[in-house]
């Protein structure tokens, strides 16, 4: 079992700018696929994005490339969500997500990932 602890929500205004930390406790990230996923209230979690630890290779929802960066650092065991140009519809809870490698599931997918971060809120107004 791996614990998620999350950081870096809160309350921003619209064109600004958030960047999320997720690190793990008890094991690294080593050999894991990361993921990115938000919920807005009465809504399905949805994909954000995603990195795999082994190859670095990401992956991105259409609404938020050139808007969102993922990436990682080894050293810190930590993955990050940078969040530029933030707008209203950007709202949601924000998750940290991870699945063992070698990954064979849908990475868009919430239910192939089988260790989960608390959730941190990310506000943005008007």
């Known amino acids: 079992q791996v614990q998620l602890v999350e950081s870096g929500g809160g309350l921003v205004q619209a064109g600004g700018s958030l960047r999320l930390s997720c690190t793990a406790s008890?094991?690294?990230?080593?050999?894991?696929?990361m993921g990115w996923f938000r919920q807005a209230p009465g809504k399905e979690r949805e994909f954000v994005a995603a990195?795999?630890?082994?190859?670095?290779?990401?992956y991105y929802t259409d609404s938020v490339k050139g808007q969102f960066t993922i990436s990682r650092d080894n050293a810190k065991n930590s993955v990050y969500l940078q969040m530029n140009s933030l707008k209203p519809e950007d709202t949601a809870v924000y998750y940290c997500?991870?699945?063992?490698?070698?990954?064979?599931?849908?990475?868009?997918?919430?239910?192939?990932?089988?260790?989960w971060g608390q959730g941190t809120q990310v506000t943005v107004s008007s």
């Open positions: 008890g094991r690294t990230f080593s050999r894991y696929f």
């Open positions: 997500a991870a699945d063992p490698l070698p990954f064979y599931g849908d990475y868009t997918r919430a239910l192939d990932y089988h260790y």
């Open positions: 990195v795999s630890w082994a190859t670095g290779n990401t």
